[in-house]
């Protein structure tokens, strides 16, 4: 009988999940991240949150950016990936006007910008290729948000398409799980936590 590890699970399904998105046409992904934006603006978390950790998306993620501009009071910031360091994220103040292109193909704050100890951080809105019920997460295999998540205190959600909402993914120890899910179809607590949206 042949057996798959952690990792071959995890590569196979980042294919699936990669074809999956691209299928999802761009007005799709537009409406899907209009809602999702709406759907925060109204959660009592976000409300209550101060310091919200964003990212700025790549291959076609959800697109939290109307955030950004709709809530200029929030303390928004965004993580910068120090790849030489073991896949550390440090965290900077989010200023438009200072994002440079990393080699992954996202925009990020500029090394000079003012940097903010993660435990200022609040809330994570956390990016994944996908998530399943239960939180897990599917990320691209650099561990950034894995490393971060295990050492964070305060409330994370993974930002997910409907269509990229799983019933269970392969996850191995070192993995973490996400509180909270937020589709375009709603915002509710990971199923292995009692408490409601």
Known sequence: MITFSISDQKRELRQRCKTIRKELSDATRQRASQAICVRLAAWDVFQASDAILAYMPIYSEVDLRPLLV??????????????????????????????????????????????????????????????????????YGGGYYDRFLAKFDGVSAGIVYQALLLNTLPHARYDLPVDWLATEEGIFPATRNQSSA
């Open 70 to 139: 709709g809530f200029p009071g929030k303390r928004w910031l965004l993580p910068r990936l120090l790849p030489g360091e073991n896949g550390r994220m440090v965290f900077h103040t989010y200023d438009p006007d200072n994002l440079i292109m990393h080699r992954f193909g996202m925009a990020e704050p500029a090394s000079h910008l003012p940097q903010v100890p993660p435990e200022d951080i609040q809330l994570v809105l956390t990016p994944g290729l996908a998530f399943d019920r239960s939180g897990w997460r599917l990320g």
